[in-house]
């Protein structure tokens, strides 16, 4: 399987608290693309960083990228409860196939 | 409105039965997918297809068939052969003028009764 691997599984963190998750991931990439899942619906694209960058911005949503470690990193700052979701990486190869990680379970604590 | 439609949302099937999930775009997207979701795990991709008339198999194809007939269009059916079905599935679509990105359905509740 080329799915990949998201840490930590779960996280628990209070509002206005930053959340960090990593993807680490087996294949090489055209781009790495970060998605969001609230519970029982589908995901929807959040980010989309290609393998010539090392970070992105995008609002309170800050995406690394380091090929040579084939890995990512997502960080949501000033968490709002609304953030509460499961957040998956997807790496995209050049023939435009999808592999999504295992997901990042967060919760944010009003 | 512009979008994935999946239907039904939530399907039950008898063992022995095959059933199939409906997967309509109207993006106009070349490229189509079915993922399935088990509780608190990620997505494994079960077929593509990358133009009509054309499909391949992804990580966990067995006991699953698709067609591509027309672009819009991207059924699933799951058939005795699976095993386990009882899944929550994704269905999805892609094209370079979406740059690459990926729009999802809403999804099926399929449980095997």
């Known amino acids: 399987s080329q799915q990949g691997e998201e840490d930590p599984q779960a996280l628990s963190i209070q509002e206005g608290e930053n959340a960090t998750m990593n993807c680490s991931y087996k294949?090489?990439?055209?781009?790495l693309q970060w998605y969001r899942q609230n519970s029982g619906r589908g995901l929807v694209h959040l980010i989309l960083?290609?393998?010539?960058?090392r970070e992105k911005h995008s609002g309170r949503l800050r995406v690394t990228l380091d090929t040579s470690k084939k890995s990512s990193s997502l960080l949501i700052t000033a968490s709002r409860a609304a953030d509460t979701a499961s957040y998956f990486c997807?790496?995209?190869?050049?023939?435009?196939?999808?592999?999504f990680g295992t997901g990042t379970s967060l919760t944010v604590i009003p | 409105d512009g979008g994935i439609t999946q239907s039904p949302k939530y399907l039950f099937r008898k063992e022995g039965q095959n059933v199939t999930l409906s997967c309509e775009q109207n993006?106009?997207?070349?490229?189509m997918y079915w993922y399935r979701q088990d509780p608190g795990q990620g997505l494994r991709l079960i077929y593509y297809?990358?133009?009509?008339?054309?499909?391949q198999k992804g990580d966990i194809a067995e006991g699953y068939s698709v067609s591509r007939e027309k672009k819009e269009s991207f059924p699933l059916t799951v058939t005795s052969a699976q095993k386990n079905p009882t899944a929550f599935y994704l269905c999805?679509?892609?094209?370079?003028?979406?740059?690459?990105?990926?729009?999802f359905g809403e999804g099926s509740w399929l449980t095997v009764v």
């Open positions: 993006l106009n997207h070349d490229a």
């Open positions: 297809s990358q133009i009509v008339n054309d499909f």
């Open positions: 294949t090489s990439i055209n781009n």
């Open positions: 960083i290609r393998s010539n960058e």
């Open positions: 997807a790496t995209v190869t050049t023939g435009n196939q999808f592999y």
């Open positions: 999805a679509s892609s094209d370079r003028s979406s740059g690459n990105t990926i729009y």
